[in-house]
């Protein structure tokens, strides 16, 4: 079903780390740490900066991946991994992607579900890898079968 969509990806799009997401983000996942909210903290560090929690890059934009349209409800977000090179700078540009990595289908009892494995990565300027994450997917039977009606 979305199989050709494999290997596809989506344009780069420029995300901006601003301090004031990032302590906004912090505080909503009850992660109040230095590192994450206080500037002078933030320039005393290894990094010379605040830096975002790990699961920041949720926030960022990543474009589209052009054809793939998924339903707005009814999916399942089965699984997410975090990879990172580096932590990610407050102050900083970052250009993400999102990039289809694989599609299979299983049988289960209730029918056919699909499982949608799609990257999120994140290039500093240079094009340096600075993080990736892996998304699964579950799209149930009933879900399958509305998207091909």
């Known amino acids: 079903m979305l199989k050709e969509f494999i290997g596809k990806q989506s344009v780069k799009v420029k995300n901006v780390i601003e301090r004031g997401a990032v302590k906004k983000f912090a505080v909503a996942i ?26 920041f890059p949720r926030v960022l934009e990543f474009g589209r991946i052009e054809g793939l349209v998924l339903p707005e409800k009814g ?12 932590p990610i700078r407050v102050g900083e540009v ?13 049988k289960g009892s ?19 890898l600075i993080f990736s994450s892996k998304i699964i997917v579950i799209i149930t039977e009933a879900v399958r079968k509305e998207m091909l009606a």
């Open 30 to 55: 009850g992660d109040a740490h230095p590192i994450f909210i206080d500037e002078e903290y933030g320039k005393a560090s290894r990094y010379k900066t605040n830096i975002a929690p790990p699961t």
């Open 75 to 86: 999916l399942i977000h089965g699984e997410q991994i975090f990879n990172y090179e580096r």
């Open 94 to 106: 970052i250009y993400c992607y999102s990039k289809v990595e694989n599609y299979v289908e299983k």
């Open 110 to 128: 209730t029918g056919s579900m699909g499982f949608l494995t799609i990257s999120e990565n994140g290039e500093d300027v240079k094009g340096e």
